[in-house]
């Protein structure tokens, strides 16, 4: 069964850093892309980073641009979020996913979700 795992969350003054991490497991997701989202308070869930297993390509929701970095690791079947220059805005809790296919400009996600990892920057 394909099962993801996010850590690396937790309470980041303004202005610093966290690095999330998902942890995939259950099939190969060689052919898969990785996504991460956010949901905050009484907000829709959104769309933050993509990253396509196969070749490492990336697309960015343009509030995470400059800020954020996705990244994997073959070896550790891990999936990154590098997060800099947090924001109060950046609280929510954050949500692996990943879904079929090759996305180079558009991310909708895909049937597995991680339970999520709280971010909260004061």
């Known amino acids: 069964q394909v099962q993801l795992v996010e850590s690396g969350g937790g309470l980041v003054q303004a202005g610093g850093s966290l690095r999330l991490s998902c942890a995939a497991s259950?099939?190969?997701?060689?052919?898969?892309?990785m996504g991460w989202f956010r949901q905050a308070p009484g907000k829709e869930r959104e769309f933050v980073a993509v990253i396509n297993w196969s070749d490492g390509s990336s697309y960015y929701a343009d509030s995470a641009k400059g800020r954020f970095t996705i990244s994997r690791d073959y070896a550790k079947n891990t999936v990154y979020l590098q997060m800099n220059s947090l924001k109060p805005e950046d609280t929510a809790v954050y949500y692996c996913n990943a879904k079929f296919g090759y996305y180079s400009s558009t991310y909708n996600p895909g049937y597995y979700w991680g339970q999520g990892t709280q971010v909260t920057s004061c």
């Open positions: 259950g099939r190969s997701f060689s052919n898969y892309a």
